[in-house]
Antibody, heavy 125, light 110 residues
């Protein structure tokens, strides 16, 4: 049974860069879309982006200019960097494993079968 | 851009059937042509998938949970609703290289 665990600072100052790492255990980083998803206080889920084990990435359009997701296969980890943060980036951040579905030569992220427990990140001076 | 719309809240009596809808909104691009998934989230917990690919249940999910997806609407149905089913529910789909979530529905079991 795969397990995901987020780690990183719980407090980030405005205009700085948020950095989180997700450690995957009980399975290898292959053939999935490894994703970051966030949830602002009292609000719904927002997908941030994913990385595939080839290193290819895909980001939510409104965050694309500030987001970088990277992969460390030797340590079974993937990471999120979100630059120029503001209070609006305050949220619980989840890492998740996305199942891939391919049809007609095109592939997409189908559903999330495993989630981390989430980590609270607050943006404040 | 494509959006998924859910009712903010649904109430149901114990033992009755609850239905939560998820409507797609993009001219000429029906939600029924995509796969929809549903997640249950209880307070302070991570989301858990209860339905994927419109109507499939992961192992460990009770068979009182079912799903359908046709036209512009995906529906999560919970038959014989129990108190433990009280939670927030989110639909999710893929469109134009983007993962989309609905705004969530709070299910109250009265």
């Amino acid at each position: 049974q795969v397990q995901l665990q987020e780690s990183g600072p719980g407090l980030v100052k405005p205009s700085e860069t948020l950095s989180l790492t997700c450690t995957v255990s009980g399975g290898s980083i292959s053939s999935y879309y490894w994703s970051w998803i966030r949830q602002p206080p009292g609000k719904g889920l927002e997908w941030i982006g994913y990385i595939y084990n080839s290193g290819s990435t895909n980001y939510y359009p409104s965050l694309k200019s500030r987001v970088t997701i990277s992969l460390d296969t030797s340590n079974n980890q993937f990471s999120l960097r979100l630059s120029s943060v503001t209070a609006a980036d305050t949220a619980v951040y989840y890492c998740a494993r996305g199942r891939i579905y391919c049809s007609g030569g095109r592939c997409f992220l189908d559903w999330f079968d495993s989630w981390g427990q989430g980590t609270q990140v607050t943006v404040s001076s | 851009s494509y959006e998924l719309t859910q009712p903010p809240s649904v109430s149901v009596s114990p033992g009755q059937t609850a239905s939560i809808t998820c409507s797609g909104d993009k001219l000429g691009d029906k939600l029924g042509d995509k796969y929809a998934s549903w997640y249950q989230q209880k307070p302070g917990q991570s989301p858990v998938v209860v339905i994927y690919q419109d109507n499939k249940r992961p192992s460990g999910i009770p068979d009182r949970f079912s799903g359908s997806n046709s036209g512009n609407t995906a529906t999560l149905t919970i038959r014989g609703t129990q108190a433990m089913d009280e939670a927030d529910y989110y639909c999710q789909a893929w469109d134009s290289s983007t993962v989309l979530f609905g705004g969530g529905t709070k299910l109250t079991v009265l």
